[in-house]
């Protein structure tokens, strides 16, 4: 947790590894803490979801027609970058059919029993979410197909010359998977899939009223003006937008009168080591370190994740898909490079050479 020790810094507590300091503070990660914040604030039904507005528009149909019909829905595959609301919108596709969800993540169905044990525990109609689907195990794999497919379990019993395939029903449920690497799932498991949508950048508009939504949930004095100041910095991420609302409100309750106005929410994202770009001191030192330490590239990302002691997932999940996004960054078949954008963002210039090659 931050403490607010002066006017310009805050204590972190962590140790610096580059010329900028790291800040923890606005990862998507999924921590405890996080989970109970977004749950406490994740829309339930369509009216209050905002953003996604081609995918809400297809859902809608898909969810009436499942219930004219009195059959399950789809299987259905969420993909893209974390934070923009996959586990929500699987949320709202269970309240709207009247229906439970189980969630759970491919990393937690380790062992075929995990996924048989769920499996067998659903009752008709349930949604199953399965979160980072793109990390399921071969083994669970081939059990889901035909529990996709044909809502049965095919269980093997006795050994070699002796062993019988047992085919157990299940009920109807409807899997919907979630990840932010639609390319690593296999393709049979993908081609199980009825619908597959990627899910967008929020706008900065559809980002202010993500925040002035979640100010009226939690009580926080907020004016439009400062909706929008943080919904700038919050890299097209409702994830992001929310956590920012809350600790600017730390800082305008305790710093100035508590109402968050555009100079409150600037100056305290600022002090937070925010910039104008959403960027945060760990994107700031990548796009830093291609610059300095590998004349802006191309440089692979195992080199970037060990010079800035990250894990090639984080970078990879966390911190790329915005760069590249907003432009400041390019993935090229020899690694990253940084655009004549980033170089612009971080004050510098392109050397002329390199800029020849873009
Ligand atoms: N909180 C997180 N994502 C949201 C969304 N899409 N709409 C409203 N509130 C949200």
């Known amino acids: 947790m931050a403490i607010i020790s002066d006017n310009e810094n805050i204590n972190l507590g962590i140790k610096k590894n580059s010329s900028v300091k790291k800040n923890p503070m606005i990862k998507p990660e999924n921590n405890e803490y996080d989970k109970t914040y977004e749950n406490s604030i994740r829309p339930k039904d369509f009216d209050n979801y905002i953003g996604q507005s081609a995918l809400k528009e297809t859902l809608k ?13 789809d299987h259905m595959l969420f993909y893209g970058p974390p934070g923009l609301g996959k586990t929500t919108i699987a949320g709202v596709i269970a309240s709207q059919m009247g229906v439970e969800i189980r969630i759970t993540s491919a990393p937690s169905l380790e062992r075929p029993r995990d996924i048989i044990g769920i499996l067998m525990s659903l009752k008709g109609g349930e949604i199953l979410f399965i979160d980072e689907i793109h990390r399921l195990n071969k083994v669970a ?18 050994k070699s010359q002796t062993a019988k395939t047992l085919r157990v029903p299940l009920p109807k449920f409807t899997l919907i998977g979630a990840t932010t690497k639609a390319g690593e799932l296999s393709g049979p498991l993908r081609d199980r899939f009825g619908i597959i949508h990627r899910l967008e950048f929020y706008t900065i508009r559809e980002l202010t009223q993500v925040v002035m939504r979640t100010a009226g949930i939690l009580d926080i004095k907020i004016n439009e003006q400062g909706a929008e100041a943080i919904a700038k910095r919050s890299r097209g991420t409702p994830r992001i937008a929310n956590r920012l609302v809350k600790r600017v409100s730390d800082f305008a309750i305790v710093k100035y009168d508590g109402i968050i106005t555009e100079d409150v929410a600037n100056k305290s994202l600022d002090i937070l080591k925010i910039d104008e770009f959403g960027l945060d001191t760990t994107d700031r030192a990548l796009l830093d370190l291609i610059i300095n330490k590998y004349d802006g590239g191309p440089v692979g990302i195992e080199t970037i994740a ?12 966390v911190c790329e898909p915005y760069l590249l996004q907003a432009g400041l960054l390019q ?12 170089y612009r963002h971080l004050g510098m210039k392109m050397p002329s050479e390199q800029q020849t090659l873009f």
């Open 331 to 342: 993935r090229t078949p020899r690694g990253r490079k940084v655009s004549p954008e980033g």
């Open 61 to 73: 149909i898909t969810l009436e027609a499942a219930k004219l019909r009195e059959k399950p829905l």
């Open 141 to 158: 794999e081939e059990i889901l197909y035909p529990a996709m497919e044909d809502f049965t379990l095919d269980m093997t019993t006795g």
């Open 306 to 317: 060990a010079a800035l002691s990250e894990d090639v997932r984080t970078i990879e999940d």
